[in-house]
């Protein structure tokens, strides 16, 4: 079966560092999402990965290895704003979206 | 502002009751999704439309239909409303269906009692 695991739920101090880790397993791959869910609001797109390596965006950076079925988002100097659920999602071999269940961050003055 | 909007924002619904969530993007893409998210798992697909006039079966499309009539509605159909179809329901869009980063709707929330 396709599967993606996250942690439930993460929490760290503001202005410090998180790093949230996806690992999955599906059939074929063709690149990996973050998404970012505030509550009660849609998902909104962070970054995609299809090769291997770090993915820099400002104070967000994604990493991808595809041999070890493994993500993570990497948030630096962390802002309250970033309290939010993050959502893993693999496009398999159809291009659909396998989604993981979402790792809700809690920041903490 | 282009993007996507959903209608209703929220509906509370008796079992059995028929109901349409209505879905509309501007921004002529070619694909688009309707998703549920439940607390504690991750969005599933219930149905999806590569292009105008197609439409196929996600993970969980039982007591659900959806048409594709032109490329800016996408509407989502539960012919006889059950409690299990209590969720959000998400619509998407992509430019394509091959690897484009998908847009989500606000979201409707749905209880069906």
């Known amino acids: 079966g396709q599967n993606i695991d996250q942690p439930t739920e993460m929490t760290a101090t503001e202005g410090a560092i998180v790093q949230i880790n996806c690992t999955y397993q599906?059939?074929?791959?063709?690149?990996l999402f973050w998404y970012q869910q505030h509550a009660g609001e849609a998902p909104t797109f962070l970054s995609y990965?299809?090769l291997d390596g770090l993915e820099e965006k400002g104070r967000f950076s994604s990493f991808l290895s595809r041999s070890k079925g493994y993500s993570y988002l990497l948030l630096k100097e962390l802002q309250m704003k970033d309290s939010a659920s993050y959502l893993c999602?693999?496009?398999?071999?159809?291009?659909?979206?396998?989604w993981g269940a979402g790792t809700k961050l809690i920041i903490k003055p | 502002i282009a993007g996507i909007t959903q209608a209703p924002t929220s509906q509370i619904l008796a079992a059995g009751r028929r109901m349409t969530l209505r879905c509309t993007q501007d921004?002529?893409?070619?694909?688009m999704y309707w998703y549920r998210q439940d607390l504690g798992l991750g969005l599933r697909l219930i149905h999806y439309?590569?292009?105008?006039?197609?439409?196929g079966k996600g993970e969980v499309p039982d007591g659900y239909s959806v048409s594709r009539a032109n490329t800016d509605d996408f509407p989502l159909t539960l012919a006889s409303a059950v409690p299990s179809q209590t969720s959000v329901y998400f619509c998407?869009?992509?430019?394509?269906?091959?690897?484009?980063?998908?847009?989500f709707g606000p979201g409707t929330r749905l209880t069906v009692l």
């Open positions: 999602a693999v496009e398999d071999s159809n291009y659909q979206l396998i």
């Open positions: 990965n299809v």
């Open positions: 921004m002529r893409h070619n694909a």
């Open positions: 998407a869009s992509s430019a394509s269906a091959d690897t484009d980063t998908q847009y």
């Open positions: 599906t059939s074929g791959f063709n690149g």
């Open positions: 439309s590569n292009t105008a006039g197609t439409t």
